[in-house]
């Protein structure tokens, strides 16, 4: 559902490459779904990045920073955790019900806190027009450290 | 147990890492803000994850009766707050859960204790291991997994649901201690065997007054003595075949038990050899204990394929005690326990065959060559019994649901009538 909206909302733009960021971000709901129906876990990230690139490819042609944008990665997250615990729950599995309702609480505090953290971003993006040597060195320190978490992990 | 990050956290944090370095390669903030959530999480989520503490039990009662239902508890500690712990439980073939959850999913507090119940139904006799239980602990966001299972695997013993017996089979000779068996020969007794004159020794309570008023000399009684016997179970686990819910097998070791608690409620010495695969013996003896033994050395008899040809060469002479009464348990399906049968026999064992018929087991193919192949083998199987037979064994065919003491009751009709054979 989440994604469906991160979809139309790609599509909203109305013109040539709104449409075919929509598109992609259409192709990102599908793989999602038949991951969802496959029980397939590897689907769930490359449904995100194909929906997240749908975004991207339908925002190209806008200089301005767009304040949705965090709300859209807040969706793509909740659709994201989401998959992935449906994927996970096994129906022979007995759930006690404090557990489902504790990673209820514990899904939506996270995407709320992650549309806060996300929308300060964009605030901040947008008062900084020209990002500057200062934000670019964070973003690359950023960049290193998440590809370091990658590795670390694939070791 | 072993910890390992989940493909989760290394999804998130490939994300992270390609929408930053895409956010750099392209100049565009709103990938930082669509990659920030799930480097929120990657970041969170392993602040978060601590190691869960916690111990875990498994209990169970240690002796069932086929058919019966016990309770099972898995105890759960904690130490330190376990977010999700999986826990599932495998049960072993013959044991059925009847109540509670084979796989559970549940939160622990600090310091908090659960109790997870299950009952589960003996279906089958044996001995069962119950597990193992595995176990998985999950951190808050499911970034980080920790997997292990209990060492422990408690062992239920399910003893095997026996028939009872009204009457038992008569070996041919007795032993020299007093047990509840008529003995042939004649000595101290209660139950009447002859006269004779009175010779010097003999006690004066046996003199048979009216006897000797009527012939003028002194003439006494002669009784037989009561003693025990020698009975060895011959168990067949060579092959067997096997239904749905029970095999050939399952029919021989009931039986089995049947047979021992019989013979030992009546002083009777009884051994037991489990002939197949793997041989295992036990000497004669005598009691509850003797009783509980063989019950116990039946719970660990098993198939096991083997191609090596065996006799009864290998069984130990003092488990085979002469002038015992050998009864055989067989599906008569290896050659080489038909062989070792007639081998029995042909060394002067007392020894009879309760066929536990396979062809109930079985069904006849409708046409064609497999169902001329079926009636042989049913054709085979007669002529087999019709040597053991010849041979001057009692061998009654015994199948799935008919009493045992039906069988039984064949193979007295038999030993009363036949006569000995010299093989």
């Known amino acids: 559902m989440t994604i469906a909206g991160v979809t139309a909302y790609a599509f909203s733009g109305g013109d040539t490459v709104a449409s075919a960021g929509g598109a992609l971000a259409g192709v990102g709901a599908l793989v999602l779904a038949a991951g969802v129906l496959l029980r397939f876990q590897l689907a769930v990230p490359w449904a995100v990045l194909l929906a997240g690139a749908g975004y991207v490819v339908a925002r190209a042609h806008h200089s301005v920073v767009d304040g949705w944008a965090a709300v859209v990665g807040s969706a793509l997250l909740l659709a994201a955790e989401l998959a992935a615990w449906s994927i996970a729950s096994d129906r022979r599995i007995h759930e006690d019900r404090a557990l489902v309702i504790r990673q209820s609480l514990t899904v939506i505090a996270l995407v709320v806190a992650a549309g806060l953290v996300s929308f300060v971003l964009v605030g901040a993006a947008a008062v900084s027009a020209t990002a500057g040597l200062l934000l670019t060195g964070i973003g690359v320190a950023a960049a290193v450290g998440a590809v370091a978490v990658v590795l670390r992990l694939v070791r | ?423």
């Open chain 2, 1 to 423: 147990m072993t910890r390992r990050a989940t493909s989760k956290l290394g999804a998130y944090a490939a994300l992270s890492g390609f929408g930053l370095v895409a956010a750099l390669v392209l100049g565009r903030p709103e990938i930082v803000a669509l990659t920030a959530p799930f480097l929120l999480a990657v970041g969170v989520g392993l602040a978060l994850a601590g190691s869960p503490r916690f111990t875990a039990e498994i209990e169970a009662d240690e002796r069932a009766v086929e058919g019966d239902e016990f309770d099972v508890r898995i105890t759960l500690a904690a130490s330190t707050p376990v977010d999700r712990l999986d826990v599932f439980i495998r049960l072993p073939p013959g044991l059925e859960l009847v109540a509670g959850m084979r796989a559970r999913s549940l939160r622990l507090g600090r310091g908090e204790q659960r109790k997870l119940e299950l009952t589960v139904r003996a279906e089958r006799w044996g001995a069962h291991r119950l597990g193992p239980v595995y176990l998985r602990t999950h951190d808050p966001f499911g970034l980080r997994v920790a997997e292990g299972m209990l060492a422990r695997m408690p062992e239920v013993r399910v003893y095997p649901r026996e028939d009872t017996l009204r009457r038992i089979l008569q070996p041919r000779e007795t032993q020299v201690f007093s047990g509840s068996e008529v003995a042939r020969r004649k000595g101290e007794g209660i139950e009447f065997a002859d006269m004779r004159p009175w010779a010097p020794g003999d006690p004066l309570k046996r003199v048979n007054w009216r006897a000797t008023a009527r012939r003028g000399e002194v003439w006494v009684n002669e009784s037989h003595p009561e003693r025990n016997t020698d009975v060895i179970l011959f168990v067949d686990s060579f092959a067997e075949a096997r239904g749905q819910v029970a095999s050939t097998l399952d029919l021989a070791v009931r039986a089995t038990a049947a047979l021992a608690d019989a013979y030992i409620g009546r002083r009777d010495r009884v051994g037991l050899i489990s002939f197949g695969g793997i041989l295992r013996w036990l000497e004669p003896g005598m009691g509850t204990v003797q009783l509980y033994r063989i019950v116990d050395a039946l719970l660990d008899t098993q198939i096991i394929l083997s191609y090596y040809w065996t006799g009864i060469d290998v069984i130990p002479q003092r488990t085979l005690p002469p002038n015992a009464l050998v009864i055989a348990l067989s599906p008569l399906l290896d050659g080489r326990s038909a062989d070792a049968l007639l081998d029995l026999r042909a060394r002067g064992h007392d020894l009879c065959v309760l066929d536990v018929s396979p062809v109930p087991f079985t069904q006849r193919p409708a046409s064609g060559v497999d169902s001329v192949a079926y009636d042989i083998w049913i054709l085979r199987r007669d002529a087999l019994r019709h040597r053991l037979q010849r041979s001057g064994v009692a061998v009654a065919e015994w199948q799935e649901g008919a009493p045992l003491q039906a069988a039984i009751e064949e193979v007295r009709a038999f030993r009363r009538h036949a006569r000995v054979a010299r093989a």
